[in-house]
């Protein structure tokens, strides 16, 4: 199994980043997907989820400025992440949930001020 996270950088406070999160080796469909974030020196926290059915959950914190998508055609979940702040800066990671929960590797986010 393999979660390729992908699309982490820096940017500007108030700007926008898309993370891109590809499985293999799993039925993806059949799976929550999940955004997870470390901050250094913090714990890891969920960000957002989304069920096989397309539910979605947000973390307080991130509510209307990102949204959690998924293509089951192409085994991706998305978090597009708009006018973010420099709070936001950690490495993010995807999660695939079933039976079994699978991490991906982490995509650093750097928020500047």
């Known amino acids: 199994v393999q979660l390729q996270a992908s699309g982490g950088g820096l940017v500007q406070a108030g700007g926008s980043l898309r993370l891109s999160c590809e499985a293999s080796?799993?039925?993806?469909?059949?799976?929550?997907m999940g955004w997870y974030r470390q901050a250094p020196g913090k714990q890891r926290e969920s960000v957002a989820s989304i069920t096989s059915g397309g539910g979605t959950n947000y973390a307080d914190s991130v509510k209307g400025r990102f949204t959690i998508s998924r293509d089951n055609a192409k085994n991706t979940v998305y978090l597009q992440m708009n006018s973010l702040k420099p709070e936001d800066t950690a490495v993010y990671y995807c999660?695939?949930?079933?039976?079994?929960?699978?991490w991906g590797q982490g995509t650093l986010v750097t928020v500047s001020s």
């Open positions: 999660r695939a949930q079933n039976t079994r929960i699978w």
């Open positions: 080796g799993i039925i993806f469909s059949l799976h929550v």
